[in-house]
């Protein structure tokens, strides 16, 4: 393919994307229930001839080109989220209390689009394309257990790239950086043990609740004298549960919260001082803990090669002003993360607000809308990341 006319391609494919995506958007379903999302990916995929295989409710479509060479993997996650759509649009939410508020319709709608061209064009590649349909990517994560299923192997994957719709930019924008884009997550649980008495003589007791309000204060001071100022991480308590009786010191308090971290060394170095920092609170207060760290989603650390591949790549199709690099790392966690841990790529974002109708609503919220235009541009983008790698005219 020749990159100059990618974008008239993609454009030819927007309605067939947006009459997907609305499906979709009227038919949400939450993490590892997406039986009918799945089912539309695989019909469309037998519509392009596209060879697929499914494992719980994931899909890994192939497309091979005309001749050998790398394989390039794309990923869509198609998760919903449990809120009630509050848009009025017509094609709206037909299920109370699931809907689509982070555009993972619009992520399927836009692979599906690019696998479209891509799919009529492959004789003009050498290698092949990977379509990673993932499950469960606003709950416990669909990308980790595709990875261990061996979703990058057979053949194996040389290149992996993915996008996010964002409405903090306009469309017709791109968004990356080098290095890490999105935080690491850990889940925390911290378990006080103190000693019940009664409240008339707290002497004889050791007041957990006492113990617990000392510690979230102490841990206020966790990032900020633990690492260095240029790092960033966030810990965050959002849960706190214990006591029985008004006049009852209280024996047990339990802490649930998140720990955020950009860079593995940041990560272990915060966790080894929150136990410390929680061990020595309790013992000042007379009370022991137990402090468990369940790991969740690794950082998204983007390949130096890949993000200046796709900073070009969107400086070709849209020029150099709509190209944006990000100045810091987002918080906010993104299990894309497990596909480039194992082979080079990158993640990017698509801007998906109407520029006339700025500040949109944000994601994960009731009001959450997108402009579909957006739609032929990521999947324009995906098709000529495939072109620039693997395209025989490249």
């Keep these: 393919m020749k990159e100059k006319d990618i974008m008239n391609l993609a454009a030819q494919v927007e309605d067939w994307m947006t009459a997907i995506r609305r499906q979709l958007h009227q038919n949400p379903e939450l993490g590892f229930e997406e039986e009918q999302t799945q089912a539309l990916i695989c019909a469309k995929l037998e519509e392009l001839g596209v060879a697929y295989q499914t494992q719980r409710t994931w899909v890994v479509g192939l497309i091979q080109g005309d001749q050998p060479g790398g394989t390039v993997a794309l990923r869509a996650d198609m998760d919903a989220l449990p809120l009630t759509e509050m848009t009025h649009l017509p094609f709206g939410s037909r299920t109370p209390g699931k809907m689509h508020a982070c555009g993972h319709d619009a992520h399927v709608a836009i692979l599906l689009g690019a696998a479209k061209v891509l799919s009529e064009h492959r004789g003009e590649l050498a290698g092949n394309v990977k379509l990673l349909f993932q499950p469960a990517e606003e709950t416990v994560g669909g990308a980790k257990p595709m990875v261990e299923a061996g979703c990058l192997e057979n053949p194996h994957v040389d290149w992996a790239f993915g996008l996010h719709v964002m409405p903090h930019l306009p469309v017709g924008t791109v968004e990356t950086r080098f290095g890490t884009l999105n935080a690491s997550t850990d889940d925390l649980k911290v378990t006080l043990y103190g000693k019940s008495g009664h409240g008339a003589h707290p002497e004889g007791g050791a007041d957990a609740i006492v113990c617990a309000a000392q510690l979230i204060t102490a841990l206020q001071s966790l ?26 010191l ?4 339990c802490l649930t919260g998140t720990l955020r971290t950009v860079s593995p060394p940041v990560r272990a170095r915060l966790k080894r001082r929150l136990r410390e920092m929680c061990a020595g609170v309790c013992q000042a207060m007379g009370c022991t803990c137990e402090v468990d760290i369940v790991p969740d989603y690794a950082a998204l650390i983007n390949h130096p090669q890949e993000t200046k591949l796709v900073l070009d790549t969107a400086a070709a199709l849209l020029g150099e002003t709509h190209v944006l690099e990000a100045e810091s790392p987002s918080m906010g966690a993104e299990d894309f993360s497990y596909f480039i841990e194992h082979t080079p790529g990158a993640f990017f974002h698509l801007g998906c607000a109407d520029p006339a109708h700025m500040p949109a609503p944000p994601l994960h919220s009731r009001g959450f809308m997108l402009d579909e235009r957006c739609m032929a541009l990521g999947a324009a983008m995906e098709v000529a990341l495939v072109n620039r790698l693997i395209g025989k005219e490249r």
């Design 223 to 248: 990032v900020s004298r633990s690492i260095a100022p240029t790092q960033a991480a966030a810990v965050h308590f959002g849960m706190i549960q214990g006591g029985s009786a008004p006049n009852v």
């Design 250 to 253: 209280c024996d047990k308090v």
